[in-house]
């Protein structure tokens, strides 16, 4: 059994998204709000960083040119440290149209895009805190 004990001083999210300015977007609102930030591009690359890094959070785009974003979801959800890690789902269509699969994939959340940077930063907030502001440790 494998057991991990975060000793981070910031709670590290992983952006998945494969579009350079939604990654930039979001990755400098979660930064500037205490945040530390890993990205990847795509699928393969977001199960390979979050095996090295453990994120605390992940928000995932579901069109991404190789894999999947659900079948990604699904594959974090196999890996037992990624069991109540949450995973914000991001995605152009209308959650209807996903509707059970989201559910199926272990998806925590669903935002729909174009998501207001301030919406996304109070989810992330929402599921694993507001960080402490500087000199609150």
Not at 20 to 32: N, Q, T
Not at 63 to 69: A, R, S, T
Not at 89 to 108: D, F, I
Request: hydrophobic share 40%; proline share 7%.
């Amino acid at each position: 059994m494998e057991t991990s004990v975060n000793t981070r001083d910031r709670q590290l999210v992983l952006v998945v998204e494969d579009n350079a300015h939604e990654r930039e977007i979001y990755g400098r609102i979660l930064w500037y709000n205490g945040f530390d930030v890993i990205f990847a591009l795509d699928g393969e690359a977001a199960l390979r960083i979050a095996d090295e890094q453990r994120p605390d959070l992940v928000l995932l785009d579901l069109g991404l040119p190789d894999v999947p974003g659900l079948l990604v979801c699904e594959q974090l959800r196999q890996r037992a440290y990624m069991a109540h890690v949450p995973v914000i789902v991001l995605s152009g269509m209308a959650r209807e149209r996903h509707g059970p699969q989201l559910r199926r994939a272990g998806c925590t959340q669903y935002l729909e895009k174009p998501a207001s940077p301030i919406a996304v930063l109070h989810e992330v907030e929402r599921f694993i805190g507001k960080p402490p502001r500087p000199g609150q440790l």
